[in-house]
């Protein structure tokens, strides 16, 4: 059975930094894409990064340059470093494959994370 388990939200103020962690138990992240979405109270599950086994990024416009996410294979880990925090950036963030499909693994519970402005 594969678990995710995000880590290390919680609360900061606007311009602040946090970095998350998803560790993976049960299959191996290795080939696959792996993608941080994040989903707001009343919006759609978005993305806000994925990066690729060997380690090619992308991000959307609303994180780009703020937000950088990387892979330790043989840690079966994925982070994402979030600077310059916004208010608008309040959400719960989990990880999982991307694409964001019926494939993916069974999602985790999330981090939660709140930038107060």
């Known amino acids: 059975q594969v678990q995710l388990m995000e880590s290390g939200g919680g609360l900061v103020q606007a311009g602040g930094s946090l970095t998350l962690s998803c560790v993976a138990s049960?299959?191996?992240?290795?080939?696959?894409?792996m993608g941080w979405y994040r989903q707001a109270p009343g919006k759609r599950r978005e993305l806000v990064a994925y990066i690729s086994s060997p380690g090619s990024t992308y991000y959307p416009d609303s994180v780009k340059g703020r937000f950088t996410i990387s892979r330790d294979n043989a840690k079966n880990t994925v982070y994402l470093q979030m600077n310059s925090l916004k208010p608008e950036d309040t959400a719960v963030y989990y990880c999982?494959?991307?694409?964001?499909?019926?494939?993916?693994?069974?999602w985790g519970q999330g981090t939660q994370v709140t930038v107060s402005s």
């Open positions: 049960g299959r191996s992240i290795f080939g696959r894409l």
């Open positions: 999982n494959t991307f694409p964001d499909s019926t494939l993916n693994f069974p």
